[in-house]
């Protein structure tokens, strides 16, 4: 008996989430794609921010670096060699984390980027770029610096935006230089 997409998807999401979790990891993204005679399986890792004090809305969350994604391919790689989630057919694992060029959709897209430049293009009033400040439940503050004037924080409800993303900076100000 065969089981859905569906069901498998969810199946290799159980056995992963366990196996992630010492590592600080969580699956962001899984999807499974047909590729002639093999699938490719593909495993976006991110922080776990289960870790976090719930009431912390404000400090920066580090990055996953190379040695985390290798070691999160090696994690998923047994896994799923342990269970029977893939099946007898031939698959290709690829491994990696988001990437700044993710759109951010989710409250916790913006707490992994406090500290961080985004653009924001609101549902209605426009676009702002500014550093993200906090980030809550329900909305998060943006410190925007105007051509001319002093930054203002603004707050921002998630139900207010379409999408944001994350400016590349090569000069990123430490923490607590915003």
């Given at each position: 008996?065969s089981?859905?997409?569906?069901d498998?998807?969810?199946?290799?999401?159980?056995?992963?989430?366990?196996a992630?979790?010492?590592?600080?990891?969580?699956?962001?993204?899984?999807?499974?794609?047909?590729a002639?005679?093999?699938?490719?399986?593909r495993?976006?890792?991110?922080t776990?921010?289960?870790?976090?004090d719930?009431?912390d809305?404000?400090?920066?969350?580090?990055?996953?670096?190379?040695?985390?994604?290798?070691e999160?391919?090696r994690?998923?790689?047994?896994?799923?060699?342990?269970?029977?989630?893939?099946?007898?057919?031939?698959?290709?694992?690829?491994?990696?984390?988001?990437?700044?060029?993710r759109?951010?959709?989710?409250?916790?897209?913006?707490?992994r980027?406090?500290?961080?430049l985004v653009?924001?293009?609101?549902?209605?009033?426009?676009?702002?770029?500014?550093?993200?400040?906090?980030?809550?439940?329900?909305?998060?503050d943006?410190?925007?610096?105007?051509?001319?004037?002093?930054?203002?924080?603004?707050?921002?409800?998630?139900?207010?935006?379409?999408?944001?993303?994350?400016?590349?900076?090569?000069n990123?100000?430490?923490?607590?230089?915003?």
């Amino acid at each position: 008996m065969s089981s859905s997409p569906t069901d498998r998807h969810q199946q290799i999401l159980d056995d992963l989430t366990p196996a992630l979790a010492p590592l600080q990891l969580r699956v962001e993204d899984l999807t499974v794609t047909p590729a002639g005679k093999r699938r490719v399986v593909r495993v976006l890792v991110d922080t776990d921010l289960a870790g976090l004090d719930p009431t912390d809305e404000t400090s920066s969350v580090p990055s996953v670096d190379l040695d985390a994604v290798g070691e999160a391919t090696r994690v998923i790689s047994d896994r799923l060699d342990q269970t029977d989630a893939m099946g007898e057919q031939p698959y290709v694992l690829e491994v990696s984390s988001p990437g700044v060029d993710r759109p951010l959709t989710q409250p916790h897209h913006y707490r992994r980027n406090v500290g961080r430049l985004v653009t924001v293009w609101r549902t209605e009033g426009g676009d702002l770029t500014g550093r993200v400040m906090r980030a809550g439940a329900d909305d998060f503050d943006l410190l925007v610096t105007p051509d001319k004037g002093e930054p203002a924080l603004t707050t921002l409800p998630y139900a207010e935006c379409g999408k944001s993303k994350v400016n590349v900076e090569f000069n990123r100000p430490e923490e607590g230089e915003h």
